[in-house]
């Protein structure tokens, strides 16, 4: 015996003009089933009108009951990461007062300036320019 299937029946005839359990009607009979919160409202529609007994109601209800509650999970915050730009930015600067017009430390400067985050690669080559150029 359909328990859902018989309630929403009921309902349907009881008050054929309501949008709500219409369409937990379609639902059901078209995908086979109904989510924790529908059969929750539908619940309260029955609850509400008064033409289902007191048996089917609690049927309704352990149903309810059996249904797994889903919760979304909290939304997870990434650490701030370390900026590797300000401890590769004195090395640039002294390439810079060197050679001011190299056009790779501009690029490296103007990109820590921008505060944009410096590739492991750019970091590296900074270090590699630095060694070379200062002694």
Same mark, same amino acid.
């Given at each position: ?60 209800? %352990? ?57 492991? %690669? ?14």
């Amino acid at each position: 015996m359909d328990i859902l299937l018989s309630i929403l029946e009921t309902l349907k005839r009881a008050k054929p003009d309501n949008v709500f359990i219409s369409s937990l009607h379609h639902q059901y009979c078209n995908r086979g089933g109904l989510s924790k919160k529908q059969m929750e409202g539908l619940l309260g529609k029955a609850t509400q009108s008064g033409v289902i007994n007191d048996a089917q109601l609690a049927t309704l209800q %352990a149903i309810i009951k059996k249904k797994p509650t889903r919760y979304r999970s909290e939304k997870i915050e990434k650490a701030p990461e370390f900026n590797k730009a300000e401890e590769v930015k004195p090395l640039v600067q002294n390439i810079l007062d060197q050679f001011p017009q190299h056009k790779m430390a501009l690029f490296l400067q103007n990109k820590i300036n921008s505060h944009q985050t410096l590739t492991e %690669a750019e970091i590296n080559e900074v270090k590699r320019l630095h060694k070379l150029l200062i002694k």
